[in-house]
């Protein structure tokens, strides 16, 4: 501060109070009095050096020469000197930024290495049953099950010869089951195109769709068609607005409906459902099954093992909600059952 700095300062401080408060707005309208009163006008100083703002003076750095008197430029025992200002150091890599690291002084600097490892990406959800799955060769894997099969829904346009092709006395695959089957134009056989799903004899003509059973396992199949101006469907089918197709009620799965229909023996419940289907949606599809068990007492007299009966094959059941989702109601079909799965059957 020059001398003449420091009178204009004086005589500021006498006039106006304190530097370093702010004038208050009403003190404005009566500055030029306080001038007057103060004498001439002050002359304007110089800019002022821009190194009496540091509070600090970090190392390298000349301030110049400190004024008497003035404060000496240094922090305070355990703060490290940033850019003129003083800090508490840091003490690690949670301290700084994602692009520096805690240097030796306890300041924060720029990471001269590699960036850290951010972790493990995100998760992007289940994998695919298909990831890990490898097939011999002509078989393909299904992608709903995982298991290896003759054909899938991504096999449907590969060359003759490659894995998954279909052709001769069964052209077409069954998507829903990983199978080639043989033409047979009727509601909910399995097709590639509107061909397959026109009898010759004009006893069916349907349309190929797709379909997602419950969800997670792909149809592709024929259905009968409907409009929203004649919505009759065959016994058991309901008309899918959207597609303008007769289809089974209440979102069930084409495959278990055929399979109903044509009285499928079966053992299991998968034989009556898509391959791949969740088991809770359709648990009690095959009915009426008697799969013995040896009892566990070990083998009966003479190390002979204990005869468990004979094995009963059952049939495929068609799931329902009511009555009028069954496809025999003239027979005397009736949705029975309890619990969350309802069959179609005779009571």
Same mark, same amino acid.
């Given at each position: ?18 530097? #370093?408060? %702010? ?17 001439? @006008? ?21 301030? *110049? ?19 003129? #200002? ?24 720029? #990471? %001269?290495?590699?960036? /850290?490892? %951010? ?49 001769? =006395? ?14 047979? /134009? ?13 009898? $010759? ?9 797709? =379909? ?17 101006? @004649?919505?009759?469907?065959? /016994? ?14 209440? *979102? ?10 044509? #009285? ?10 898509? =391959? *791949? ?24 007299? $003479? *190390? ?9 094959? $059952? ?33």
């Amino acid at each position: 501060m020059t001398a003449s700095d420091g009178a204009w300062y004086r005589a500021s401080v006498l006039c106006f109070g304190s530097s #370093r408060g %702010a004038f208050a707005p009403a003190l404005l309208a009566t500055a030029a009095l306080l001038l007057a009163a103060c004498g001439d @006008d002050p002359e304007v100083p110089s800019d002022p050096n821009p190194d009496e703002a540091l509070e600090c003076l970090p190392p390298g750095m000349d301030a *110049g020469p400190v004024p008497d008197g003035g404060p000496v430029l240094a922090c305070a025992s355990g703060e490290v000197c940033v850019q003129g #200002r003083c800090y508490a150091p840091c003490e690690g890599e949670a301290d700084c930024g994602p692009r520096e690291t805690c240097g030796d002084e306890g300041v924060c600097v720029r #990471r %001269a290495g590699p960036e /850290p490892d %951010a972790g493990s990406p995100p998760d992007a959800g289940p994998a695919m049953p298909c990831d890990d799955v490898t097939c011999e060769a002509p078989l393909v894997c299904h992608p709903p099950s995982g298991e290896c099969v003759e054909c899938s829904e991504e096999t449907l346009t590969v060359a003759p010869g490659e894995p998954g092709y279909c052709s001769g =006395l069964r052209p077409i695959c069954d998507i829903a089951n990983g199978t080639c089957v043989a033409a047979n /134009p009727a509601q909910c056989a399995p097709c590639i195109t509107d061909d397959e799903c026109i009898a $010759g004899d004009e006893s069916f003509e349907g349309r190929c769709v797709d =379909l997602t059973a419950l969800g997670d396992v792909p149809e592709r199949v024929c259905a009968v068609p409907c409009a929203d101006a @004649d919505p009759s469907c065959p /016994p058991g089918l309901t008309c899918d607005s959207d597609r303008e197709v007769c289809l089974p009620p209440a *979102g069930s799965s084409c495959t278990t409906w055929r399979a109903a229909t044509e #009285r499928r023996a079966c053992l299991r419940d998968e034989q009556c459902n898509p =391959l *791949g289907a969740s088991a809770a949606f359709f648990t009690g599809a095959c009915q009426g099954e008697t799969v013995p068990m040896i009892p566990d007492a070990g083998p009966g007299e $003479g *190390g002979v093992p204990i005869d468990a009966g004979p094995t009963i094959e $059952g049939t495929c059941a068609q799931p329902c909600g009511v009555d009028d989702d069954c496809f025999d109601v003239a027979g005397g079909q009736m949705c029975l059952g309890s619990g969350a799965m309802l069959f179609c059957g005779l009571p």
